[in-house]
């Protein structure tokens, strides 16, 4: 029975289109795209990542490492600007590619309001110290400090378990005498702790107000307000220290630029419950208390869920809905001006201020733009295709779960809709529909299928057409060739031939296996602890000759592996004359081009068909040759040698198969296809392949990406 390859089958996954709208470019192959920033996306290439634009210019080569191996995260772009790991130490780039900041550090990161100046972080004595930089690598504050905190144009530095501020030319403003200190640059002020003191000074070290500590746990400093917590409570007080609104809040958001903070207490129905709302500087309630879900404000809209109809729309500030609450769920609006929202065909809709409708993504879901309007979308349908050893896609094969090796130039493939299998040939049209629920491969131009009728599996043959040859009627079927099928029904054995009729063997065989290289076998068993008779059967349904033995195979090539003692495997001519002993050989794989697998003492090696050892035993596993080549697995990885045992691949690989004309296709994450000289012809981004044949294979795609951006940005 000819062997086949089947393809990993995973639960087939609807084509999930793609709404023009957004795309910008689309079939990208890569083990994995991430949208960057700053018009670049960041690209994996043989285990390392670089940066390239919309068009696919690489920008920025792939030579650049995972910092993390377990999370890998391609890092994002800033501002034009972007921290990266290599060799073991992190340097900064700009979007050029420029290295702005060598590669000699634990740690380089922008600050994140003010991207003229970067963090530094080396190791010292097995502890981490800390400095500031420009970017044009000017040491401004020594990297000598424990720790630092940065805002702006200033920076809370650490030493001996004190802190004390500096601004960004190194100048030292607050000396380090301080327990704790955050600055907050727009206001010009920092928290302080210092000698069981607890508040707010000014950049110039005096107190503007102190609080008791045991009393307040005092937050950050926006827009002149200082969220505040006692007792667990939410309020907020002014630059002098004064309540300007009651801690009477559960959760509370800081004061933004349009003079509002968001804040929330809990439902007097359900203490699990925050109702929220905003209020102004004074504590005047401008949007009710009253929301369950109440987003930020984003192009000055809020998100929110209508308490009346629990539909969400978008709130201005002063509390209006601009966009009327008809949606089942709603996102932010995002930095170009757009949100998704969930329309009630249970679809996401990307819709802009005005409620102007762009239509959805795909069916499935929404997919969030980066700020500068950009996404990477991955594609999960991977779908079924034929392609050249190019990589060349000649044909998408649609309506496809599962595709199977060619033969005779024919593949199986299962129908995604029905779940049942048809055929499909070189040119990747379909031959045969899908009505079948098993087959084989064509040999001879014949094919076994099967169907279940009424609760069990009955079997025919079909033709390379489609036509039947033999109904699918029978308990039992074999593989066709010779011009002769076997089929069995009721205990009996018939042979048939190409036209359906059945021809009775030589006699009633115990046991009877299809045709191969010739023959037929069919076997009687011995009684009384004897050996068995087998007979071998030419294509005239003529016993050509018997033997006694205890094992006896079909013929593979010109050779038949018997055993006439139970001990030692032999090798028999078509004349049924045996003509080698195979010493110490445990077991083996049958012949193909000539060779056969044989395993002495735990090791494989090859024989050829005189017996006569070619390939001394070495290996752990091998496989049969096939069009001169075979694969063999060592220490757990795969290669392929030829039949003069030269290693053409070390083993090294996590599966290899050879292919026709010295092509092989090779597993390493993903599928890839290869050379006899080891050039890649298509590097590993295939899901699954099957082997070649007339240098077409059934491929199923791997990842691949669209680039999206939003209809909105520019």
Same mark, same amino acid.
């Given at each position: 029975m000819r062997a086949l390859l089947l393809l990993l089958v995973l639960p087939c996954f609807a084509n999930a289109q793609i709404n023009p709208v957004f795309v910008a470019k689309s079939n990208l192959s890569y083990p994995k795209l991430e949208a960057s920033g700053d018009g670049l996306f960041g690209f994996e290439k043989d285990g390392k990542f670089g940066y390239m634009d919309k068009n696919e210019k690489v920008i920025i080569p792939a030579v650049y490492e995972y910092a993390n191996t377990t999370y890998k995260s391609i890092p994002s772009f800033s501002k034009g600007l972007v921290s990266l790991y290599k060799d073991g130490k992190y340097g900064l780039l700009d979007k050029t590619g420029k290295t702005v900041i060598p590669f000699e550090y634990d740690y380089v990161n922008p600050f994140a309001t003010n991207p003229s100046f970067v963090t530094l972080r080396k190791k010292a004595d097995n502890k981490n110290i800390y400095g500031v930089a420009s970017i044009q690598h000017k040491i401004i504050?020594?990297?000598?400090?424990?720790?630092?905190?940065?805002?702006?144009?200033?920076?809370?530095?650490?030493?001996?378990?004190?802190?004390?501020?500096?601004?960004?030319?190194?100048?030292?403003?607050?000396?380090?005498?301080?327990?704790?200190?955050?600055?907050?640059?727009?206001?010009?002020?920092?928290?302080?702790?210092?000698?069981?003191?607890?508040?707010?000074?000014?950049?110039?070290?005096?107190?503007?107000?102190?609080?008791?500590?045991?009393?307040?746990?005092?937050?950050?400093?926006?827009?002149?307000?200082? !969220?505040?917590?006692?007792?667990?409570?939410?309020?907020? #007080?002014? #630059?002098?220290?004064?309540?300007?609104?009651?801690?009477?809040?559960?959760?509370?958001?800081?004061?933004?630029?349009?003079?509002?903070?968001?804040?929330?207490?809990?439902?007097?129905?359900?203490?699990?419950?925050?109702?929220?709302?905003?209020?102004?500087?004074k504590g005047g309630e401008i949007i009710p208390l009253k929301f369950e879900s109440l987003g930020f404000f984003y192009h000055g809209l809020a998100s929110a869920k209508d308490p009346e109809t629990n539909r969400y729309g978008f709130l201005d500030k002063t509390g209006k809905w601009i966009i009327k609450p008809a949606y089942l769920d709603v996102t932010n609006f995002d930095n170009t001006g757009g949100a998704w929202v969930k329309m009630t065909d249970g679809k996401w809709h990307y819709i802009d201020k005005t409620g102007k409708d762009f239509g959805i993504f795909t069916d499935a879901s929404y997919k969030s733009f980066n700020a500068d309007g950009y996404a990477a979308y991955e594609h999960s349908d991977y779908p079924y295709v034929m392609m050249d050893k190019t990589g060349k896609v000649i044909k998408k094969i649609e309506d496809c779960s599962a595709v199977y090796n060619f033969s005779e130039g024919m593949a199986g493939f299962k129908c995604s809709t029905s779940g049942k299998y048809g055929f499909i040939d070189l040119n990747g049209n379909k031959i045969i529909p899908c009505e079948y629920d098993g087959f084989t491969g064509f040999a001879d131009g014949v094919s076994r299928v099967s169907k279940t009728i009424d609760g069990k599996t009955k079997y025919g043959y079909i033709d390379n057409k489609g036509n039947v040859i033999l109904p699918v009627a029978y308990e039992n079927a074999q593989g066709f060739r010779n011009g002769w099928g076997l089929v069995k029904n009721d205990g009996n054995y018939f042979f048939v031939d190409r036209s359906g009729n059945l021809k009775e063997p030589p006699?009633?065989?115990?046991?009877?296996?299809?045709?191969?290289?010739?023959?037929? #076998?069919?076997?009687?068993?011995?009684?009384?602890?004897?050996?068995?008779?087998? +007979? +071998?059967?030419?294509?005239?349904?003529?016993?050509?000759?018997?033997?006694?033995?205890? !094992?006896?195979?079909?013929?593979?090539?010109?050779?038949?592996?018997?055993?006439?003692?139970?001990?030692?495997?032999?090798?028999?001519?078509?004349?049924?004359?045996?003509?080698?002993?195979?010493?110490?050989?445990?077991?083996?794989?049958?012949?193909?081009?000539?060779?056969?697998?044989?395993?002495?003492?735990?090791?494989?090696? +090859?024989?050829?068909?005189?017996?006569?050892?070619?390939?001394?035993?070495?290996?752990?596993?091998?496989?049969?040759?096939?069009?001169?080549?075979?694969?063999?697995?060592?220490?757990?990885?795969?290669?392929?040698?030829?039949?003069?045992?030269?290693?053409?691949?070390?083993?090294?690989?996590?599966?290899?198969?050879?292919?026709?004309?010295?092509?092989?296709?090779?597993?390493?994450?993903?599928?890839?296809?290869?050379?006899?000289?080891?050039?890649?012809?298509? /590097? /590993?981004?295939?899901?699954?392949?099957?082997?070649?044949?007339?240098?077409?294979?059934?491929?199923?795609?791997?990842?691949?990406?669209?680039?999206?951006?939003?209809?909105?940005?520019?």
């Open positions: 504050i020594p990297v000598e400090y424990d720790d630092l905190q940065t805002d702006s144009f200033y920076v809370a530095v650490k030493k001996n378990s004190k802190w004390g501020l500096m601004d960004v030319t190194g100048k030292l403003l607050l000396p380090l005498e301080y327990t704790a200190l955050t600055v907050f640059a727009r206001e010009k002020v920092c928290k302080a702790e210092k000698d069981g003191k607890y508040g707010f000074i000014d950049l110039k070290g005096n107190w503007l107000f102190e609080k008791a500590k045991s009393v307040y746990t005092l937050s950050g400093c926006y827009y002149g307000m200082i !969220q505040c917590q006692v007792s667990s409570k939410y309020g907020f #007080l002014d #630059l002098k220290g004064n309540e300007v609104i009651m801690t009477r809040y559960d959760v509370a958001g800081n004061f933004e630029n349009h003079g509002l903070a968001r804040v929330g207490k809990k439902s007097p129905v359900s203490a699990s419950v925050n109702l929220y709302g905003y209020i102004d500087k006699r009633k065989y115990d046991e009877l296996n299809e045709f191969r290289s010739g023959f037929a #076998l069919g076997k009687i068993k011995g009684t009384d602890n004897n050996p068995h008779t087998f +007979y +071998y059967i030419n294509p005239q349904l003529k016993e050509e000759f018997f033997i006694t033995a205890w !094992q006896a195979y079909l013929f593979w090539e010109n050779v038949a592996v018997v055993s006439t003692d139970n001990k030692t495997y032999e090798l028999m001519n078509k004349k049924g004359e045996i003509f080698k002993k195979l010493e110490g050989v445990e077991t083996l794989i049958f012949c193909n081009n000539g060779m056969l697998a044989v395993r002495e003492k735990g090791k494989w090696g +090859y024989v050829n068909e005189k017996g006569d050892m070619m390939i001394k035993p070495k290996y752990d596993t091998c496989d049969s040759f096939k069009d001169g080549f075979a694969r063999v697995k060592l220490n757990s990885k795969w290669g392929i040698i030829d039949k003069s045992g030269t290693e053409i691949t070390e083993p090294k690989y996590e599966n290899i198969i050879p292919c026709e004309n010295g092509v092989f296709i090779f597993f390493d994450k993903w599928w890839g296809i290869m050379d006899k000289t080891g050039k890649i012809l298509v /590097p /590993p981004t295939l899901y699954s392949i099957t082997i070649f044949e007339k240098d077409k294979a059934l491929a199923r795609l791997g990842k691949t990406f669209s680039i999206i951006k939003s209809p909105l940005a520019k």
